[in-house]
């Protein structure tokens, strides 16, 4: 059970070009998220996933678009990368029991946009 | 709209000394709450939640958070620190009270997180 998965671990992109980062759970959750974390700030929501074929935007979702591929996969696309998107990201899946959602987080992607 | 406060960026105990990581919510519903840690270069790993279940919550590695509303905390202890435990922690805070058949009506408001430094 590998739980959350994301690839690649390290990119380094030149401002203006475009990648995808893999998101993959394992564990059947309905729900995935995607965040970015930079110094200082903690996480911030970009886009989340309630179930397989709906997508939502949350805190900080400019510059970035998402497809949730089916229910296991969750990729997020930077279609024209700038240097305020070096960041770390990190995607996340949730399960919910009793009532409560509980969120379970992938490595993290380190992101550098020269 | 809910918010997580967690003063300060940096704690640094001895080993062997109490840990006091802060933590103050704000939330216009009852609250789950929860404290993520993250190692060097890791994700987050879950530490312990509050379900309403129990005001006093114990998780991994001998960490516990108590859930107090009239100051509306949940500060996370170690009663002795062990070099391990340097790490960044997170609070987190969740408006999910309903339960839902797909999930993610929650979503998690996090704390700007506090580096806890573990001296010999």
């Known amino acids: 059970n590998a739980g959350v998965t994301q690839t690649p671990k390290f990119q380094v992109l030149k401002t203006g070009q475009s990648m995808t980062l893999q998101c993959a759970q394992d564990?059947?959750?309905?729900?995935m998220y995607w965040y970015r974390q930079d110094p200082g700030m903690g996480l911030r929501l970009i886009y989340y996933?309630?179930?397989?074929?709906?997508?939502d935007k949350g805190e900080v979702p400019n510059g970035y678009n998402v497809s949730r591929l089916n229910k296991r996969e969750f990729s997020l696309r930077l279609e024209s990368a700038a240097p305020s998107q070096t960041s770390v990201y990190f995607c996340?899946?949730?399960?919910?029991?009793?009532?409560?959602?509980?969120?379970?987080f992938g490595p993290g992607t380190r992101l550098l946009v020269l | 709209a809910q918010s997580v406060t967690q003063l300060g960026s940096h704690v640094s105990v001895s080993e062997g000394a109490l840990v006091l990581l802060r933590c103050n919510y704000s939330?216009?519903?009852?609250?789950?709450l929860f404290w993520y840690v993250q190692y060097p270069n890791q994700g987050l790993q879950l530490l312990l939640k509050?379900?309403?279940?129990?005001?006093l919550v114990k998780g991994i590695n001998g960490f516990e958070a108590e859930f107090k509303k009239s100051e509306t905390s949940f500060h996370l202890t170690k009663p002795s620190a062990h070099m391990s435990d340097a790490a960044e922690y997170f609070c987190?805070?969740?408006?999910?009270?309903?339960?839902?058949?797909?999930?993610?009506?929650?979503?998690?408001?996090f704390g700007k997180g506090i580096t806890l430094s573990v001296r010999p």
């Open positions: 509050y379900t309403s279940a129990a005001t």
């Open positions: 996933s309630a179930s397989e074929g709906t997508t």
């Open positions: 996340a899946s949730s399960v919910l029991a009793g009532g409560m959602e509980t969120q379970y």
């Open positions: 987190a805070v969740s408006d999910q009270r309903t339960p839902t058949r797909t999930g993610a009506n929650s979503k998690l408001t």
């Open positions: 939330s216009s519903v009852p609250p789950y």
């Open positions: 564990m059947n959750h309905n729900s």
